[in-house]
């Protein structure tokens, strides 16, 4: 990781209850580590509070966007930047802590052997703290639903904590990809994989948020439902 030329990308929506502390974890963390937070014009003022920490930090790096315009073209935008700075390994997580910054070391180490590292909930036992049982069945059956109608060899395929090489990011024609919710991280996952890049899993412990309000909706769940069958016939007729 020392020699490597890496970058944490992280999407915001009022973020403000979580911002300064996830830099400053980040950075205690990991010193010369470059951060990119991807704002959609958060009401609370998050990216103020960034511009803020920039005079403290030189590695920290931010892209106002003009609203809500949903996580995965978020992504897309931090992904597009990292390859125009030449990062080697980007990573991507939430701001909530949900997922623990200590745990980025071991993806970027699996990062420089594997073009995608996905920080997963359900290798060795399911690995999720304060759910409640009606939401970790949805989540295990959502990802087995998508297993079967897919056959990825990727337990957790919605997880948001991964790590990518850059060359697995080039691969990957951005123009095409469709999904924009949480489905975003399922539709990644499953090109890397049909383009024959090689996967692994890390096991993680995933958190829920303890700060701010949870952007999950019913309009996402549906759209990650749908995406399922438009990558199965993507790749039946493609």
Not at 50 to 55: A, D, I, R, S, T
Not at 59 to 88: C, M, P, V
Not at 196 to 202: V, W
Request: with cysteine.
């Amino acid at each position: 990781m020392e020699n490597k030329k890496c970058l944490v990308v992280i999407p915001t929506y009022n973020e403000i209850d979580n911002i300064e502390r996830m830099t400053k974890a980040l950075f205690d963390l990991y010193p010369n580590i470059h951060l990119l937070i991807i704002d959609d014009l958060s009401p609370d003022q998050t990216a103020v509070k960034v511009e803020q920490l920039q005079e403290n930090y030189p590695n920290l790096f931010l892209i106002k966007r003009s609203g809500k315009l949903g996580i995965g073209t978020a992504y897309l935008t931090g992904f597009q930047w990292a390859l125009e700075h030449d990062y080697e390994l980007i990573a991507q997580m939430d701001c909530d802590f949900s997922h623990d910054p200590a745990d980025l070391a071991a993806l970027f180490k699996k990062a420089e052997i594997y073009d995608l590292v996905i920080g997963s909930r359900y290798i060795n036992g399911i690995r999720i703290i304060n759910w409640s049982f009606k939401r970790l069945l949805l989540s295990y059956l959502a990802s087995r639903y998508v297993r079967f109608f897919t056959s990825i060899p990727i337990q957790d395929v919605t997880g948001g904590f991964k790590c990518f090489q850059a060359k697995a990011l080039k691969s990957i024609r951005f123009k095409e990809v469709f999904s924009n919710g949480y489905a975003f991280q399922l539709e990644m996952n499953y090109r890397c994989w049909k383009l024959g890049l090689t996967l692994t899993e890390h096991p993680i412990i995933f958190y829920e948020r303890r700060e701010g309000e949870s952007k999950m909706s019913w309009r996402i769940i549906i759209e990650a439902i749908f995406s399922v069958f438009r990558l199965r016939w993507m790749n039946l007729f493609r």
